[in-house]
């Protein structure tokens, strides 16, 4: 028994030697992009319902470090706020796929072959899924006919339900402006970076870690080698497997290069690439609420039918020996090629693990001081799971009349507004319109 739980802790600490080094510069350039990039400016470019806003849509999504706990929030937040059905779904597909941050993990455990492949495919199945939305799921609009300053502007119907004047640009007067942050910039982007969004995806990739270290422990070397011969019904089994379950990106990668280790085909391992990151029960929920089934529909084929083609396609034409012999490295086997000095994948692991963990309390010590220090109403809101839950809860209510500041905490499920004469039925329509529960 110690045995194995020596050999255990070993594949584990090697696994997270692999990938912290590419994790830490992924988490940097993730921050930078935070910072010069913000999403304010994103808005501008998905609001019609076209083949550009689908192409938008998707390389807006490829790099950002977001997984589908947080890109449903921020994809509805778009599309609430004046975005198209066909670019919001491009916008769904193509973003929890990949990642500036998963894109270096990748190449550290999978190689440049799969680094390369992941994004390609998130951007034609995200382009795929925005035009098939496009024609099948018409967005209707209406005209609001007044003599306010919108008697002109054309809103989407699910947002006159929810009470929300939608546009385009932030001078019109939808939204107020942003509270200005005068920290530095390279301080913004490593708070972004190393607190809010290592802890969005911690959960995640800790348990990527741990279930990879287990298959490669527990499964004989030939485990998977039974299903190579079973074609299409391989991808099949792997795809009815990624579909309910929930894994970031960037966690996805160490169960991906441990399953291709033990026979798994490649294309069964892009179907679980794409599958897992891009799909789960909660996200088909939330998503056929706000945007009707005929979108819901859309985004599972797009997702389903391309994860099925390329998986196939790959099978087909390329040779699995030339995908392993692209990995970086081998492990168990007696020989292994570092790609990397020794001392700085110590280095980035000590760092990695002492960040996450030191991010932790101190997020939750900033969150209490700050809920502490302000002064106003709290309410409980459920559905909130990682940072960018919570900006789109500040964003979209401090938008609505009165509000002065909201403070949003998913771990603890509670929101406190400032503020004087809003109205709190506005806020409940506001929270629920983002696929959260209002609990009062």
Not at 214 to 221: Q, T
Not at 308 to 330: E, R, T
Not at 401 to 413: H, L
Request: glycine share 8%.
């Amino acid at each position: 028994m110690l045995n194995y739980i020596e050999i255990y802790v070993d594949e584990l600490w090697y696994l997270l030697l692999e990938m912290a080094p590419w994790l830490m510069l992924g988490l940097i350039f993730a921050g930078l992009l935070k910072v010069y990039f913000p999403q304010k400016h994103i808005n501008r470019l998905l609001g019609k319902s076209n083949f550009r806003s689908s192409v938008n849509a998707s390389l807006i999504g490829i790099p950002l470090p977001l997984c589908s706990c947080g890109v449903i929030p921020t994809g509805i937040s778009f599309y609430q706020n004046g975005a198209s059905k066909g670019s919001t779904n491009s916008f769904l597909i193509s973003t929890p796929q990949t990642g500036v941050d998963s894109i270096l993990a990748t190449y550290s455990m999978l190689g440049w072959p799969f680094a390369l492949l992941r994004p390609f495919v998130a951007f034609v199945t995200g382009v795929a899924g925005g035009v098939i939305t496009n024609i099948f799921v018409k967005d209707k609009q209406v005209t609001i006919q007044d003599q306010s300053p919108f008697s002109n502007l054309k809103i989407d119907t699910g947002a006159i339900n929810n009470r929300k004047e939608t546009c385009s640009d932030d001078s019109c007067g939808c939204h107020e402006p942003e509270k200005k942050d005068n920290r530095h910039s390279l301080v913004r982007a490593a708070d972004y970076a190393f607190i809010e969004l290592l802890q969005d995806i911690a959960k995640w990739l800790v348990i990527g870690f741990l279930l990879a270290a287990l298959i490669s422990v527990a499964l004989p070397e030939d485990f998977f080698s039974s299903f190579s011969g079973l074609g299409f019904l391989e991808l099949l089994v792997v795809l009815a497997a990624s579909v309910p379950l929930y894994m970031c990106a960037t966690g996805s990668i160490p169960i991906a290069a441990v399953l291709l280790m033990k026979g798994i085909s490649p294309g069964a391992a892009l179907v679980f690439l794409m599958a897992g990151p891009a799909t789960n029960v909660a996200t088909m929920a939330v998503l056929g609420k706000t945007m009707g089934r005929k979108s819901l529909m859309a985004y599972m084929a797009t997702i389903i039918g391309g994860a099925l083609f390329f998986g196939v396609l790959i099978n087909a034409f390329i040779p699995a020996d030339w995908f392993l012999s692209q990995i970086p490295h081998l492990h168990g086997d007696g020989h292994e090629q570092q790609m990397l000095p020794v001392w700085l994948q110590w280095v980035s692991a000590i760092v990695l693990v002492v960040s996450m963990v030191g991010g932790y309390f101190y997020s939750i010590h900033k969150k209490r001081k700050k809920m502490n220090k302000t002064e106003g109403i709290t309410v409980k809101v459920t559905g909130m799971t990682c940072s960018h839950c919570e900006a789109n809860v500040k964003r979209n209510l401090e938008a609505l009349k009165g509000i002065a500041e909201v403070i949003a905490d998913n771990r603890s499920e509670t929101v406190k507004i400032s503020g004087s004469g809003f109205d709190l039925e506005k806020v409940k329509q506001t929270v629920n319109g983002l696929g959260y529960k209002y609990e009062g």
